[in-house]
């Protein structure tokens, strides 16, 4: 049997040609080819569809389909096993709609598609039976487009439709010539998959099509389709349901099994030439792809950066990547790729740095950056056999696998790019100056047209002033001196009042222009995602706005002043041919010179531009920074520090201006001496050929001033074009601001509108991190909460309770995962319906510049003086605010400055409420009030706001006992979630946090201070003790201050203070008398020595009741800081830890202990009429406040 043969014998094994009659098998048979592909090898791309269409004979491959909507934006689709077929949608709809990739080792039959397609011209069955199929992944691709806004994750559900939903799908092609108008079956969902149509796009039954091409339709069954993205709720409940849908999907499974193709069963063997590796598809050569020079360790990587933009239409900072990596290249004397990759995500793009196998680059997906010689690479295409490189220092290479390996090497690094939604475009540039130049194109053709006369007059003056000279004074006749004074005098006049006029109209034109751009600027900057205002000083992004005013001056006033002169330099070039073409060639020779003084100094005075902009940038940027921070300034005392930093800035700037000032003077020097040369070689040419009488004086004095309108704009050429290259700067900074995407994105306004928030919130699966680089904040985070819930979100600092409210909010994008709110993804709804529901009280607080009224009515202007006064009673606010000078009329100063951060907070807090949200956030909103404010506060929310979910984040937790949930975070993750009473029962990390916090905050007011102690701090000074000192700190101020010394010193007030919270706490003094104290151990949890009781003080000759010391408190590990101060390793302190526990004081013992207990005992402030009462009283037996806030009031002691 021939090799021919054999191959039509395999081709008769597939579905397609099962029933193909003999000759159409042996046609294709003659044009087909066997193939192998290795284990990882992509068979298509979507991005390169092959030329050839595949009969999978041995091994299996994997289908790969791309999309956002899935959690990691790729997604295997289903496996393919032998006897089936790759690539026929390319016949059937025009196009390759997955990535294959071999699972194994493959042997294939390549048949050209245009072969196949030939014989579906010949044979109408098979064209309507390849036509008529539907893969999985064109549907997939369909319904992915037709439930983008879909508001809830139906990732895979939609892969489930794609696999389950296929087979029974069917396929229509409208072309023009069919009427527009026809009946499609009701019970199918038609979308549409090919054609100038939107992808996806729904037709009703009757619709009419109305297109210039064909339109490929797919019909998807209803019923199918909604079972899958929405399975029913029975009787039964969500168990019954659930089984229905596995008892569809388990149909759908065989009747797709029902209809796979026959196994292949040959039973001859295939003993053929099979092809080494796969036929690739027709590909754009070289020279199709940008190249752009660049020779060196500094040129290579700005070239391929270059390359980059332009092959990805992104925006190119030259100025930055120059800066950048010339500060590497003088350190190191080459640029990483490291850097490289910074400098691209700088730019919006997605990277990742690998270590890979030469081998293993066909895998990735350029382009890709790779070290090449001393500079960077760009691989703009990478396949089995050849890689395309964008070399800086040669050029545009494609070269074989082999060679590759051989110049790079067997491994190395190569860093991927990716363009991702957040990814700028390049959008901006003069061409975005065309609309509103074209809406005030009338009025700017009426200035054109004046100064077209003004020029016009202008070159009237010389041709009088020829006439004075030869026919009055030369030919002495004074009748005719009137007549042309009069005519000078007339055009004068007339050429004044078109200047009028021509300024008056180019100023209010003008003026309209900067107003329609500014507006547009200012709206797109209010629209950008917050992480852009986080990467960039607020006064360098202010000082790009300043650009905008640059840039239309060059539009409107340089721009069209040299237009201008370029079209009347032509006409007075032609006026001085007339008079003599000598002396115009003599007036020109001066050109090529200023042409090349342009050049060479272009580059430098670019360079000087570029220095002084930044320079002027970081100015601007500090000086922001220090007004913006005056009170601290002036409360770390650091206004000099700050002058004399603005001072060192603000000189490079002038140095940086001064240099540019020497460059352009020296140009200008130069060009003004080329101009007074020319002047005086025309004259000496002029006078000899007025002497020779070939020129009258009149016409050489007429055409020196023609000459001058000519080599004036030639001499301006200098200033002329720096004003170009500071345009360009000015559009490169603007640039920045305008091409980064909005925070909303370009379909926002068609997206869904979020319908009114019950609250129910779901966090799933949710990973974040703010930069690329940097760690994730949040990794795999679930959460969800019930609607009406007041919400309490603890954690130590770090540990991402802000971030959370952030995403729910879309103020971020979560990298992986989605937030649901009443069970809608926020990412999928129109952004401003969303936010008008939220109620935000950020931790920095911020109030305009207006009175109390106004701040508060911010959110709801038309909100009723009764209304505002019930947000402020709420937030407790409205008694300080009557107490204010003009009340509510108050002026609250910049950013709230005449009020204290309490009263900002509120004043915050009450805005919000009077906004009515349905869904509240308090970001740390009440950080700067004290404890008994904060919980009036929070307990006037739970009933103000019942039935409203509020999520409240504090670090105060005795704030928050009575809320119905409380969310512990640590470290990206929820660790527990419930009630108070529920998280101290299980003793995890919010009991260690509550526990760390102290007692004290929770149990009210203090008990009496004892009468034989120094006097306690005044109320409202001080509201919570200070935590215990370490054995480190008591030492040292046990060495330094003694107590018979320095009595009043601050230490040991501190030291009282402390004393006084360890017996509220019912421990005693540390060195009170007697061995039966108590003593911390662990992390803080006390317990008592034997011989103690716990009640009180012993009665005389009464034995000790021994009692079992308590267990430490334990601590969670995730609670713990980050940096631990390590204690002293002298011998004394040694000893001290040894014998008196972890805080480093002998409860018992002898030696200098004893004796430092000796001199305490006779310390004033510790002798009394009762020394003995006080003990019974507020030493050992005192007793612990009882827990839930009430405290016992101490009683005598218990005795045995």
């Avoid at 939107?198 to 091409?213: D, F, H, W």
């Avoid at 106004?854 to 709801?860: A, D, Q």
């Avoid at 929070?938 to 019942?946: D, K, T, Y």
Wanted: with cysteine.
């Amino acid at each position: 049997m021939t090799t021919t043969t054999r191959i039509d014998d395999l081709l008769r094994c597939f579905p397609f040609l099962a029933d193909q009659p003999e000759d159409l098998l042996q046609r294709l048979a003659d044009q087909a080819q066997l193939q192998r592909f290795q284990q990882g090898q992509p068979i298509c791309r979507v991005d390169q569809p092959p030329a050839r269409i595949f009969f999978l004979l041995e091994g299996t491959a994997r289908a790969v389909v791309f999309s956002k909507r899935l959690p990691r934006g790729v997604a295997t689709l289903q496996r393919l096993g032998p006897g089936t077929v790759i690539g026929w949608t390319l016949v059937s709809c025009g196009r390759c709609w997955e990535t294959l990739i071999a699972s194994t080792d493959l042997v294939v039959v390549a048949l050209p598609h245009e072969a196949l397609q030939r014989e579906m011209d010949r044979q109408p069955a098979l064209g309507e039976r390849v036509r008529g199929s539907v893969s999985p992944a064109e549907l997939f691709a369909v319904l992915d487009a037709h439930l983008q806004d879909y508001p809830r994750p139906l990732a895979q559900e939609v892969l489930e439709a794609a696999t389950g939903l296929a087979d029974g799908s069917l396929a229509l092609t409208w072309t023009p010539a069919d009427p527009p108008l026809f009946e499609r079956p009701e019970e199918r969902l038609w979308l549409v998959a090919a054609g100038p149509l939107p992808l996806g796009r729904a037709l009703g039954r009757s619709e009419p099509i109305e297109a210039q091409e064909a339109v490929r339709l797919l019909g998807v069954d209803r019923q199918g389709l909604a079972a899958i993205l929405e399975p029913p709720a029975t009787e039964e409940g969500g168990d019954a349901g659930n089984a229905w849908h596995a008892r569809l999907l388990a149909r759908w499974e065989q009747e797709r099994r029902a209809l796979e193709p026959a196994a292949i069963t040959a039973a001859k063997p295939i003993d053929l030439t099979v092809a080494a590796t796969p036929i690739d598809a027709e590909l754009k050569g070289p020279e199709a792809y940008p190249w752009v020079r660049g020779v060196g360790p500094l040129e290579s990587p700005i070239a391929a950066f270059l390359m980059l933009s332009q092959h990805l239409d992104l925006p190119f900072r030259r100025d930055l990547l120059r800066r950048v990596f010339g500060d590497q290249v003088q350190r190191h004397g080459e640029a990483s790729l490291a850097l490289a990759g910074a400098v691209a995500e700088s730019m919006g793009l997605q990277t990742q740095l690998l270590q890979i196998q030469a081998e293993a680059l066909p895998r990735l997906s350029p382009p890709l950056l790779i070290r090449w010689g001393n500079g960077l690479a760009v691989v703009y295409r990478c396949t089995a056999r050849t890689l395309l490189l964008g070399i800086p220092a040669v050029g545009n290479q494609e070269l074989s696998l082999a060679d590759f390996r051989e110049q790079w090497g067997q491994a190395g690094e190569v860093l991927t790019l990716r363009v991702n939604d957040l990814t700028p475009r390049r959008r901006f540039g003069f061409r975005w100056f065309l609309p509103a130049l074209r809406q005030h194109r009338t009025v700017l053709m009426e200035v054109l047209l004046a100064s077209f006369f003004v020029q016009l007059f202008g070159l009237v003056n010389p041709l009088l002033i020829q006439q004075v000279i030869d026919k009055v004074i030369i030919n002495n006749s004074p009748g005719a001196l009137g007549v042309l004074g009069v005519l000078l005098v007339v055009f004068a006049l007339f050429e004044g009042l078109l200047l009028c006029l021509r300024t008056f109209l180019f100023v209010d034109t003008t003026n309209r222009i900067d107003l329609s751009l500014g507006t547009q600027i200012i709206d797109h900057l209010l629209r950008l995602p917050l992480s852009y205002f986080d990467r960039r000083p607020v006064g360098e992004v202010s000082s790009r706005i300043g650009e905008l005013e640059k840039v239309r001056g060059f539009l409107t006033g340089t721009a069209l002043t040299t237009i201008l002169d370029a079209i009347f330099s032509v006409l007075y070039i032609g006026v001085m041919l007339i008079y003599s073409w000598q002396l115009t060639l003599l007036t020109l020779a001066v050109v090529p010179f200023l042409v090349l003084l342009v050049l060479m100094v272009s580059p430098i005075v670019r360079l000087q531009l570029q220095n002084r902009a930044v320079a002027n940038a970081r100015t601007q940027s500090h000086l922001v920074e220090v007004l913006s921070s005056m009170m601290t300034v002036k409360a770390q005392n650091i206004e000099l520090r700050s002058r004399w930093k603005w001072q060192d800035l603000y000189t490079d700037y002038v140095a940086d201006g001064f240099d540019n000032t020497l460059v352009g003077t020296t140009a200008s020097s130069i060009s003004g001496f080329l101009n007074k040369l020319s002047g005086l070689i025309v004259i000496w040419a002029g006078a000899g050929m007025v002497l020779s009488g070939s020129l009258s004086l009149g016409e050489l004095i007429a055409f020196r001033i023609i000459a001058g309108y000519v080599t004036g704009p030639l001499l301006r050429m200098t200033s002329i074009w720096q004003s170009v290259q500071e345009t360009a700067l000015s559009l490169e900074r603007l640039s920045d601001v305008i091409d980064h995407p909005q925070e909303a994105p370009e379909d926002n306004a068609s997206r869904l509108i979020m319908p009114p928030i019950k609250g129910d919130i779901c966090f799933r699966n949710i990973s974040f991190r703010y930069k690329a680089s940097s760690p994730l904040l949040l990794k795999g985070l679930n959460l969800t909460i019930p609607h009406g819930t007041f919400v309490a979100i603890v954690g130590t600092s770090g540990s991402g309770k802000s971030t959370l409210t952030k995403l729910l909010a879309r103020l971020y994008s979560p990298e992986e995962g989605v937030v649901l709110v009443d069970g809608i993804d926020v990412a999928k709804v129109e952004l401003h319906s969303l936010r008008r529901q939220l109620g935000i009280v950020p931790q920095d607080t911020v109030l305009f510049d207006g009175s109390v009224e106004e701040n508060i009515t911010l959110t709801n202007p038309d909100a009723s003086t009764e209304e505002v006064i019930e947000a402020a009673r709420i937030a407790a606010a409205h008694d300080f605010i009557m107490e204010l000078p003009a009340g509510y009329s108050t002026e609250v100063g910049e950013r709230g400055s005449s009020l204290s951060g309490g009263q900002r907070q509120r004043i915050a807090i009450a805005r919000t409420i009077l906004q009515r949200p349905r869904l509240l956030i308090m970001d740390e909103a009440t950080s700067a009030l004290d404890y008994q404010t904060e919980r009036v506060v929070s307990e006037n929310l739970m009933q103000a706001l019942r039935g409203c979910t509020v999520l409240f984040i504090t670090h105060r937790l005795s704030s928050i006992v009575k809320a119905d949930m409380i969310v512990c975070m640590g470290q990206g993750a929820v660790l527990e979630v419930g009630t108070h009473d529920e998280l101290m029962q299980a003793r995890g990390p919010y009991f260690v946090l509550f526990r760390q916090q102290g007692r004290s905050s929770a149990s009210g007011s203090a008990p009496p201070w004892p009468p034989h102690w120094p006097s306690p701090p005044r109320r409202g000074r001080i509201r919570s003790f200070p935590p215990e000192p370490s054995s480190h700190d008591c030492l040292q101020q046990r060495q330094r201050f003694q107590p018979w010394q320095r009595p009043r010193q601050w230490p040991w007030k501190w030291q009282w203070q402390w004393q006084w919270q360890r017996l509220w706490q019912g421990q005693g003094p540390r060195h009170g008398p007697g061995r039966g104290t108590l003593r911390r151990s662990g992390h803080g949890r006390p317990h008592r020595h034997p011989g103690t009781t716990g009640a009180g003080p012993p009665a005389s000759g009464a034995p000790l009741r021994q009692s079992a010391p308590h267990p430490p408190a334990p601590v969670d590990p995730r609670l713990e800081p980050r940096h631990r101060l390590e204690p002293d390793r002298s011998d004394r302190l040694r000893r001290d830890l040894r014998l008196g526990g972890p805080h480093g004081f002998l409860d018992h013992g002898s030696g200098k202990a004893a004796a430092h207990r000796r001199q305490l005992r006779g310390h004033p402030s510790l002798r009394g009429a009762d020394p003995e009462g006080a003990r019974a009283r507020w030493g050992v037996g005192a007793r612990r406040p009882a827990p839930g806030g009430v405290r016992r009031s101490p009683g005598p002691a218990r005795t045995e």
